[in-house]
């Protein structure tokens, strides 16, 4: 420590300001405790700068560009596509990033959490240093919340230009005219479906035997029937060989499942094959603590979210599985440590009950166990899967899709799987019926409104609890 620099006392300190960051220090402050929050870029972090909301605003705008194809061909109506103006979808989607941040920096003011700009550095169990600010110790406990950052790949590195990840995509200065996405994961799926919808030649390579591999292999099914429909060239099981940079794009080679070797050549590689937890110049080992194998912080307590050196916990993407990578876990994450750390007795996030999205078209929404995990899991299993075109509302949209309910024989919901339009919208209820232990019974005892799409939901409800209208057991 320099001479200047001062010494700060606090009762948290929460370091790294996104979405797990600043929910701890939201709801610690809200609890009557002094907080610190040390952010060394924007507060917000990934999901609000370079994540769900500036990838979810590019969608909104291609569902509009989808919405004026569906409009010619599907219902007569005389539209075309100009052109997009992207310095202005540009400028719209950071004026909703903006906004989101002045509320955050807004809540954060208003709770009179201590917002510091600098890197902190831990230099034992209860403090840390950070740049340009000073020494922070912390009575009740520090709150590790570095996040992560895109993962890469051995031997490729990302130029920002034709090897980019879905951070450079976002403040490239427009969209290519093809791509080749590598990871069929969440992110690399939105980012093929975008393109996709902004006319580029999209192509998109998964090494797993399906995209969104840890769905319900119905849901993956679904998803890649819709994206196949649409245009999209999806190879799962396909292995990425070798790649070479060229002055106007990327040539890359593929092995497909079937041994053949493929080229696939296109203005830019994306690469989105998942995400790195962040620990560099963390200072882990002054407080006593340690990476896993994969770079992630575990919790000694998962009830409390708190390291092996008490008083030091962990929330958002730097935690390891059963957490989900998700900002929406982090927040619970963030509400669990807070009330911990202010004294209060609140139940560990339920990590199977957490709702996952993939806001692509088709979207696929889902929550609880797989059929698979299901049966894994030793459960004596019931499946109804319903088709959305089963419904009237479903054949208004014309998009295909499905509702697939897996629940234990003579007893409680064990998981639902959505794909179609809009169904990231339609996942809460079944969250709820998973979450609160509902039987197929208890829901198809409540009245859906007709025409909706949900209706197909309670419809394989309804078929499960031996009351089917439209659909038969
Ligand atoms: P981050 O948001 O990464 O925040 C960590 C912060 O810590 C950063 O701001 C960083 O600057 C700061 N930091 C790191 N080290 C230090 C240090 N030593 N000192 C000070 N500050 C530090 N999730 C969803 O739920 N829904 C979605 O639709 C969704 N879409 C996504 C789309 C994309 C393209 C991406 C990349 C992610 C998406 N996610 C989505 C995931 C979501 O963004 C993350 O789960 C979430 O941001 C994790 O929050 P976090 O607080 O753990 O970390």
């Known amino acids: ?22 929910s701890t220090a939201l709801r610690a402050a809200g609890l009557g405790l002094r907080v610190l929050l040390v952010e060394r870029d924007k507060v917000g972090g990934t999901c609000l700068h370079r994540g769900c909301i500036p990838s979810k605003a590019m969608l909104h705008a291609a569902e509009l560009v989808d919405g004026i194809a569906e409009a010619r061909e599907r219902w007569g109506i005389k539209a075309n596509l100009e052109s997009v103006d992207w310095p202005a979808l540009v400028a719209t989607r950071d004026d909703i990033v903006d906004r989101n941040h002045r509320g955050v920096v807004g809540h954060l003011t208003h709770a ?13 169990p209860r403090s840390a240093r950070i740049s340009g600010y000073g020494e922070v110790t912390a009575r009740r406990g520090i709150v590790l919340a570095t996040g992560s950052r895109p993962r890469m790949l051995p031997g490729l590195v990302a130029d920002g230009r034709r090897v980019v990840t879905s951070d450079d995509a976002l403040f490239a200065p427009g969209l290519p005219e093809s791509v080749l996405v590598l990871g069929g994961g969440a992110i690399g799926v939105e980012y093929a479906s975008l393109h996709r919808s902004m006319g580029a030649r999209v192509t998109l390579v998964e090494a797993a035997d399906r995209l969104v591999p840890l769905e319900d292999v119905d849901v993956s099914r679904h998803l890649t029937r819709g994206l196949k429909k649409r245009g999209i060239d999806v ?71 708190e390291t092996v050196v008490p008083g030091v916990h962990v929330v958002g993407d730097l935690l390891p599985p059963p957490s989900l990578g998700l900002a929406h876990a982090s927040f619970a ?141």
């Open 1 to 22: 420590m320099t001479q200047t620099e001062k010494v700060t006392d606090t009762d948290v300190l929460v370091i790294g300001g996104g979405t797990g960051g600043y």
């Open 112 to 124: 009179a959490v201590e917002v510091v700009h600098g890197s902190a550095e831990l230099t034992g």
């Open 235 to 305: 190879r799962a099981g396909a292995r990425l060989l070798e790649t070479v940079v060229l002055d106007d794009g990327v040539r890359a080679t593929v092995r497909t499942p079937r041994g053949e070797t493929v080229t696939v050549e296109a203005e830019r590689l994306l690469v989105a094959v998942g995400r790195a937890p962040v620990t560099d110049g963390l200072g882990l080992a002054a407080a006593g603590l340690a990476t896993d194998g994969r770079g992630h912080v575990a919790p000694a307590d998962w009830d409390r979210l």
């Open 333 to 473: 994450e963030g509400l669990l440590v807070a009330e911990t750390l202010a004294g209060l007795r609140t139940a560990p996030v339920d990590y199977a009950a957490v709702p996952r999205v993939t806001y692509s078209a088709p979207q696929t929404a889902s929550v609880g166990l797989s059929e698979a995990q299901a049966r894994d899991a030793g459960h004596d299993v019931v499946v109804n899967t319903m088709p959305l075109s089963a419904v009237a509302k479903g054949m208004v949209h014309g998009q295909g899709g499905m509702v697939k309910v897996v629940a234990e024989r003579s007893g409680r919901v064990l998981g639902v799987h959505l794909v179609g339009p809009n169904v990231s919208e339609m996942i809460a209820e079944s969250q709820l019926i998973v979450g609160w232990d509902a039987e197929p019974s208890d829901v198809a005892h409540h009245i859906h409104a007709h025409p909706t799409l949900s209706e197909a939901v309670g419809e394989a409800f309804l078929t499960l609890a031996g009351r089917g209208l439209h659909q038969q057991a």
